[in-house]
Nanobody, 118 residues
């Protein structure tokens, strides 16, 4: 089992920045992929960024160049640095952790609200 707790959300004006942090505990050594998802009002949940334990990165197109995901193994945290935020980035952001084997298991945090005003 893995427990995830997000922090760092809030209200920011368009063009501003926020840094989300996710503190992980439990069997984190079993995790293969760390990520951030978001759910905007009235929309489906979508992946924002992922980082694999081998360092491979993935960003959704709208986040590429503005968001940066990172992992601090010593502190067991995953962060999402978000710059040049837009009102369309308003959503609840969730930290995720995925164990790929032998059965895929996904863990989710409780979410943190990010609101970007125009």
């Amino acid at each position: 089992q893995v427990q995830l707790v997000e922090s760092g959300g809030g209200l920011v004006r368009a063009g501003g920045s926020l840094r989300l942090s996710c503190a992980a505990s439990g069997d984190t050594g079993d995790i293969d992929v760390w990520g951030w998802y978001r759910r905007a009002p009235g929309k489906q949940r979508e992946v924002v960024a992922q980082i694999e334990t081998n360092g491979k990165l993935y960003y959704v197109e709208v986040a590429n160049g503005r968001f940066t995901i990172s992992r601090d193994n010593a502190r067991n945290t995953v962060s999402l640095e978000m710059n040049n935020l837009k009102p369309a980035d308003t959503a609840v952001y969730y930290c995720t952790a995925t164990d790929l084997g032998p059965y895929i298991t996904d863990y989710w945090g409780q979410g943190t609200q990010v609101t970007v005003s125009s």
